[in-house]
């Protein structure tokens, strides 16, 4: 019992450091996710990582919230999975309740415009090198750059095309990519072992 409460407990910290100290949400929270999940405590692997966040961002939600739940469970079941959701949102739900009382005249400081104008080019760096990471430890092959590559131009010239329609897309077409990859070595091994047999 007492191994256990110390796991949820160590889940409600972590979850509540990585809501508490990630601006821009989504994307920009994956560095420190990535950092207290797969390096500090070592609940995951960086495979592991990566194939949470296609998973977190494939299905609907926010995908702090969703890793958080993948984690939580992953780690302490039910229990987990709840504890750690609460502790990502907890933060975010306190500084809104805070703000929302004086929003009109905090942002009229005009030290906080400046620092909110900061924290949007950070934001933008911290989403660049999420994805880098995340970038190296794709497998690569033909079908893997291929699909970077094509999902990085939409993403580029199509910004219309939302996010979930190029996830979708890359489903579909892993899927077409593994049945055809399937059939072929199925092909390859009947025609070898009829070689073999002849």
């Not at 007492?2 to 889940?11: A, P, T």
């Not at 592991?48 to 494939?58: G, H, N, P, T």
């Not at 009382?101 to 620092?115: G, T």
């Not at 760096?125 to 994805?131: T, V």
């Amino acid at each position: 019992m007492k191994e256990k409460f110390k796991i949820y407990w160590q889940l409600f910290i972590t979850f509540f450091k990585i809501g508490a100290f990630t601006f821009g949400g989504g994307l920009a929270m994956i560095p420190l996710i990535s950092k207290e999940i797969v390096e500090k405590k070592k609940w995951m692997t960086d495979d592991e990582m990566l194939d949470m966040v296609a998973i977190a961002e494939s299905t609907p939600g926010v995908i702090a919230v969703n890793s958080a739940t993948f984690v939580g469970y992953r780690v302490g079941k039910i229990i987990g999975a709840i504890i750690a959701t609460v502790g990502v949102t907890l933060p975010s739900f306190i500084i809104i309740c805070v703000i929302s009382f004086f929003y009109d005249k905090f942002m009229e400081i005009e030290v906080i415009k400046w620092a909110f104008l900061g924290i949007k080019a950070c934001v933008a760096i911290l989403i660049l090198n999420a994805g880098l990471k995340l970038l190296k430890n794709v497998k690569k092959n033909v079908y893997s750059v291929i699909i970077i590559l094509v999902a990085f131009l939409i993403s580029l010239f199509f910004s219309f095309i939302k996010t979930v329609y190029i996830i979708l897309g890359g489903i579909i077409l892993g899927v077409v990519v593994y049945t055809i990859w399937e059939h072929i070595q199925n092909k390859k091994n009947k025609d070898d072992s009829e070689e073999s047999e002849a």
